[in-house]
């Protein structure tokens, strides 16, 4: 299974989303924004990231800018919301992109592919 460090500002979605990749087995460490995401990469680097894309602070965008500088091997994930509601990926440098609200199934889904690939 995969370490992932899972960063979103908001609360309830990030208990959530936590317990289900644990109880599918990985170990998961919780960032509230996205400068404590950072710190917990740079402290100890993960196998998988997992942003929001909209946050107060230290955006998605920037958070994947200063990991691909730290570490090229870390598969990137992005979860928003408004990616389903715009029906547009922006431009940036993650390997999947999930909408949120997001199910286990495809939560699941993702996080296979990034460890498969």
């Known amino acids: 299974m995969a370490s992932i460090i899972l960063i979103d500002d908001y609360d ?3 208990m959530i989303t936590s ?6 087995g990985h170990e998961v460490r919780v960032a509230n924004n996205g ?3 950072l710190k917990l990469f740079k402290d100890e680097p993960a196998d998988i990231v997992i942003t929001d894309l909209h946050m107060p602070g230290i955006d998605g965008i920037d958070v994947i800018v200063e990991l691909r500088r ?3 091997d870390v598969k990137i ?5 408004f990616l389903e509601q715009s029906g547009e ?3 940036i440098d993650a390997d999947i992109f999930i909408a949120k609200p ?3 199934k495809n939560l699941y889904a993702a996080i296979n592919k990034l460890l498969s690939s």
């Open 102 to 104: 997001v199910s286990s």
């Open 89 to 91: 990926i922006p431009d």
């Open 70 to 72: 730290i570490s090229s």
């Open 19 to 24: 317990m289900m990749l644990e109880n599918s």
């Open 12 to 14: 309830h979605f990030r």
């Open 77 to 81: 994930a992005v979860m928003s919301g």
């Open 35 to 37: 400068e404590n995401g």
